[in-house]
């Protein structure tokens, strides 16, 4: 699986192109911001569609919802603690882990209802 391209050489040095974390395909299936059901019904189950994770650390995030304008996602963040909320995607571009390695797509990662990812979590195979 390859999720950096070589793009040239210069002295032993290899520079690479960076994944693009949201797609022109994953932004045409992304629900807009607060628009699932799941915000005002607590019955329905909010569906996560992206895990961006740091290959190097243990920071997760799970989006359910996107506004293009303001590159605002909503979701879950699985860090030091775990959390739903909005997050700032032009930050999550800039991350590095402590190897400076930056944030990357899960290329596998299916749609997944809350409930059913929750329990992946709790059982680690998230």
């Known amino acids: ?3 950096y391209q070589l793009t040239s ?3 032993g040095v290899t520079l690479f192109k960076k994944m693009k ?3 022109k395909e994953i932004l045409k299936k992304l629900p807009k911001l607060y628009s699932q059901p799941a915000h005002d019904d607590l019955s329905q189950e909010m569906v996560f569609y992206v895990k961006l994770f740091t ?3 243990n920071w997760t ?4 919802e996107y506004d293009p304008e303001t590159e605002i996602a909503w979701g879950l963040v699985k860090g030091h603690e775990q959390e739903f909320g909005s997050f700032d ?3 999550i571009k800039e991350l590095r882990g402590p ?3 930056p944030v990357e797509r899960d290329i596998c990662f299916e749609p997944i209802k809350e409930k059913e990812l929750l329990l992946k979590i709790s ?3 998230d």
């Open 89 to 91: 995607m032009k930050e």
């Open 123 to 125: 059982n680690g195979t």
């Open 99 to 101: 190897f400076g390695l």
């Open 21 to 23: 974390l949201l797609t």
């Open 55 to 57: 290959p190097d650390s």
């Open 1 to 3: 699986m390859v999720l």
């Open 9 to 11: 050489t210069t002295i």
């Open 61 to 64: 995030w799970f989006i359910a």
